[in-house]
């Protein structure tokens, strides 16, 4: 609506407020402005044209108003991610699951996998399992379901979704094929040295005694080596159970040389490289420490103060209880700094530096590995193509970070302890699987194509006990290693032993 020529009438007087066009509420205020400029230096408008102002200001005012739209919905559909792992797959079961990042607003009225082996998109539509849904109003939310009666050697589709009020939301497809077999791996477990009963003592099999080992390493003539934390040495194991002492007189301390003399404080991880030279994460010392082939213990990085600082000479450095380290082709080692929080790298010509990590504890992904957070690293792993991979335990995740320093979670999560229970160590085999053992007590695989197995022991339940899969118990075991047959080796720490798992694999 537009004004034109509007006039206001008094007497004989005529006054013209606007002579062409004008948009009412554009500028109602300044012609009201000009009326009552008018009326205030005329006394005689001052007081004939009160009411026609009045009136005036209430048309204009009315025309003013703007009109207030109407409230949005903020509610949108969830976000929520298919987890890229298929878990305990068989011919005829898997697990997967996901991740709900954001209700978008409001309470969640469904959740679970859609599957199938012919939609390569799979819906709601198609099979779906249906999870108990979370009431907990607590995001992230993680859930795992279970897929039964699936056909033996079939290529299958999944992904996850989560319903609201506003409709349903998918993640990414994963992709799997089930096994031809009824099992698809199996291990048996063993007790390849110790008894059970704390104590230092070389000898073959249960006659050799140990005191809470946390760390083992293979090399590449099959030789293991233990870190012996309790009884402050490094001790050798053949594959044939018979135990020696490598380094270390048994007594707390920090004392270099010859290796019988040496004196360390709670060793942790180790790792042995080509030339036969071992390098243990002395805990206790903060310290990394070299024993050579010749049998001579030195400081290797660290100055054996507890703290975080870089350097150009690596025994400049300052580290707090490192737990475990791993060397790459290139002769550069990675180092679980559990204390920081960090993994440190340490270059071949002996430049530590900061690897991936803030020294605040938290649970971040990143492009950029100084970015990105961790929280009690315990154990590092790293492939061929210099990927390393982390034990991320008070997190109870499996992180890789890319050679270019970029941060992501494999497996598990704050969230997902049951998927994980507190990772303490992670190994490799030359084809690139990971194993990982965890806390509470189970010997796990995450295999190259994205597919998790728990291998044996049984989640929270302790016990020293041989045998197959779940029927096998640990007690808080600490270190795992494989060697090049596939053989895996776990210092299972309140056990006092050293055990060994033989996998078998059905195609």
Do not use: W
Not at 267 to 292: C, E, H, M, T, W
């Amino acid at each position: 609506m537009f004004v034109k020529s509007f006039r206001i009438y008094n007497m004989n007087d005529i006054i013209v407020v606007d002579n062409k066009n004008y948009k009412r509420e554009l500028y109602g205020i300044k012609i009201f402005t000009s009326l009552s400029f008018i009326c205030m230096k005329t006394p005689y408008f001052r007081k004939a044209s009160l009411p026609a102002l009045f009136l005036l200001t209430m048309i204009f005012a009315a025309g003013c108003k703007k009109s207030t739209p109407a409230a949005t919905n903020s509610v949108v559909a969830p976000t929520i991610t298919t987890s890229g792992l298929i878990i305990n797959l068989t011919s005829t079961t898997a697990q997967s699951g996901g991740t709900i990042s954001n209700d978008g607003g409001a309470a969640i009225t469904a959740n679970g996998v859609c599957y199938s082996s012919t939609n390569h998109t799979p819906t709601i539509s198609d099979s779906k399992t249906s999870e108990t849904v979370s009431t907990s109003g607590v995001i992230p939310i993680d859930f795992t379901s279970s897929l039964n009666g699936l056909t033996a050697a079939t290529t299958y589709y999944v992904r996850a979704y989560a319903t609201n009020s506003v409709g349903t939301s998918y993640g990414s497809v994963v992709q799997f094929t089930t096994s031809t077999s009824v099992a698809n791996v199996t291990a048996t477990v063993s007790t390849l040295a110790g008894s059970g009963t704390a104590g230092y003592a070389d000898g073959t099999g249960p006659t050799a005694l140990f005191n809470n080992p946390a760390g083992i390493a293979v090399d590449a003539s099959g030789k293991i080596y233990i870190a012996d934390s309790y009884n402050n040495r490094i001790r050798t194991l053949t594959s044939a159970g018979i135990s020696g002492s490598l380094a270390g007189n048994g007594t707390l301390g920090y004392n270099e040389g010859a290796a019988a003399t040496a004196e360390f404080y709670g060793p942790s991880g180790l790792v042995a490289d080509a030339q036969g030279n071992v390098y243990v994460a002395d805990f206790g010392n903060n310290v990394i420490r070299k024993i050579s082939s010749t049998g001579i213990v030195s400081t290797y990085a660290g100055n054996g103060t507890g703290g975080f600082s870089n350097n150009t000479v690596a025994t400049s450095a300052e580290f707090s209880n490192p737990a475990g380290v791993a060397i790459d082709a290139s002769g550069n080692m990675y180092v679980a700094d559990l204390g920081n929080n960090v993994i440190r790298k340490i270059t071949s010509a002996g430049v530590v530096t900061t690897f991936a990590g803030t020294k605040t504890a938290g649970y971040v992904n990143s492009t950029t590995g100084t970015s990105a957070s961790f929280n009690k690293p315990s154990g590092v792993a790293v492939d061929a193509s210099g990927n390393v991979y982390v034990a991320d335990q008070g997190n109870s995740a499996i992180r890789k970070i890319t050679p270019a320093g970029a941060v992501t979670t494999i497996a598990g999560g704050t969230s997902q302890t049951q998927l994980l229970n507190f990772p303490a160590g992670i190994a490799l085999d030359k084809q690139g699987n990971i194993f990982i053992v965890d806390e509470g007590g189970r010997i796990i695989e995450c295999t190259t194509n994205n597919v998790l197995y728990y291998l044996a022991g049984s989640l929270n339940v302790t016990g020293l006990v041989n045998g197959a899969g779940a029927t096998a118990l640990f007690n808080n075991p600490q270190g795992i290693a494989v060697d090049a047959n596939n053989n895996i080796y776990v210092a299972d720490q309140n056990n006092n032993c050293i055990r060994k798992l033989t996998v078998t694999v059905t195609p």
